[in-house]
């Protein structure tokens, strides 16, 4: 019979330590790892940390030298202990952001407005605009909201999935 695993042990974090070298961890699932201090840029280096702390399973609390804290989450965390994490998520990041262009490009073409005509009325530049239908670029909040504005719709129309796209 093959153990059974603690549901989600892969976003549970159950050991953090400091090293010379970085931050060695342990997830739930049996996976270890080291983050590299140089991953980290508020931190660089082990001399600038007072503190470790695992609050709970799905995050790392760093004390800084300078009392400040910074989190870790536990996603940033597991790619550093799962070679196949960061392919996945990169995949599964890919598609959202063809979607979200689909979304934009479907809208767009309904207003019948050219790419040239979206990005000036929502202020950012039409490279950007291509490049974010194509789903090559991860848009800010402050872009989508802007486009959706353009588009005299919802922010919500452009993230949430409508049956047009299902069919």
């Not at 974090?13 to 983050?35: K, P, Q, Y």
């Not at 960061?86 to 767009?108: D, K, L, N, S, Y």
């Not at 040239?116 to 291509?130: C, H, P, Q, W, Y």
């Not at 670029?137 to 353009?150: E, G, H, M, N, V």
Request: net charge negative.
């Amino acid at each position: 019979m093959e153990a059974v695993l603690v549901k989600n042990a892969n976003r549970m974090m159950t050991v953090a330590n400091l090293l010379e070298d970085g931050i060695e961890l342990s997830f739930a699932d049996g996976m270890r790892g080291l983050i590299p201090y140089d991953d980290i840029p508020e931190i660089k280096e082990r001399a600038a940390l007072s503190s470790l702390d695992l609050p709970n399973p799905y995050e790392i609390v760093l004390g800084t030298a300078f009392g400040e804290q910074i989190e870790i989450p536990w996603d940033f965390a597991r790619h550093y202990c799962d070679a196949y994490y960061r392919p996945t998520i990169e995949a599964i990041a890919m598609t959202g952001r063809q979607t979200v262009g689909r979304r934009i490009r479907h809208f767009r073409e309904s207003a019948r407005l050219s790419q040239e005509d979206l990005a000036s009325a929502a202020d950012i530049g039409r490279v950007t605009l291509v490049r974010l239908e194509g789903g090559g670029q991860t848009p800010r909040f402050k872009t989508l909201d802007s486009i959706a504005r353009a588009l005299g719709i919802q922010v919500s129309e452009l993230l949430v999935d409508p049956e047009w796209l299902l069919q």
